[in-house]
């Protein structure tokens, strides 16, 4: 069975903290990606990772860098939170090319204080 | 600039009652489109995947109909159940799969 799991489900931070959100996949898929959702604008793309070491810019990666140093693992790192982060992160992962189904995680509610 | 409008924002209705959720798209060139539903605290699961030339596709109670000429999208849920409830959110793809543009959701809500 598919299974993407995140490091938490929830994170309470504070301001200037540097902040690790972990997202494991064991489907064995080349690609994975970081999302943020908020109410009534939907999910945005913050970057997304094709394969090992590789990493490309999504819609807003500003404030944010991201991490692919094991197929399974796709790390997103806020260097210095602040409070416009908080929000719900999602990671998902897919097999390349094609009509592939994304497969998410349970996401993670992020408050930065 | 390719977006996804989905309609209404939010959404009550009574148990045993069909309801149709919209989407709108502007994505050019179209590869497909996908209906997730995403309940309360989780990650969006996949109900339906339609391409090009599909105009429709059910997964049990929910039916998904696309229109490539008017770049539109519904979602029909039939004899709504309380396990309905949720967010209902369209992604469309427009190449080989791994650029989506998502929509901003609706919420149902389905009282008993």
Not at chain 1, 6 to 32: A, I, P, W
Not at chain 1, 70 to 82: D, G, P, T, V, Y
Not at chain 2, 49 to 61: C, D, H, L, P, Q
């Amino acid at each position: 069975d598919v299974k993407v799991t995140q490091s938490s489900r929830y994170l309470v931070k504070r301001t200037g903290e540097k902040v690790f959100l972990e997202c494991v996949q064991d489907m064995d898929h080349e690609n994975m990606f970081w999302y943020r959702q908020d109410p009534g604008l939907g999910l945005r793309l913050i970057y997304f990772s094709y394969d090992v070491k590789m990493k490309e810019k999504g819609d807003i990666p500003e404030g944010y860098s991201v991490s692919r140093e094991k197929k399974e693992r796709f790390s997103l790192i806020l260097e210095s939170a602040s409070t416009n982060q908080t929000s719900m992160y999602l990671c998902a992962s897919t097999p390349p090319g094609g009509y592939n189904e994304q497969f998410f995680g349970p996401g993670t509610r992020l408050t930065v204080l | 600039k390719n977006q996804v409008e989905q309609s209404p924002q939010s959404l009550i209705i009574l148990e045993g009652k069909n309801c149709t959720l919209q989407c709108n798209y502007t994505v050019s060139p179209f590869s497909n489109l996908r209906w997730y539903k995403q309940d309360t605290g989780r990650g969006p699961v996949s109900l339906t995947i339609m391409t090009f030339s599909e105009n429709t596709k059910s997964n049990g109670r929910y039916t998904a109909t696309l229109d490539a000429d008017t770049k539109q999208s519904s979602l029909h849920i039939t004899a709504s159940q309380l396990s309905d409830s949720a967010s209902y959110i369209c992604v469309v793809s427009n190449n080989a799969g791994n650029m989506l543009t998502f929509g901003g959701g609706t919420r149902l809500m389905v009282k008993p």
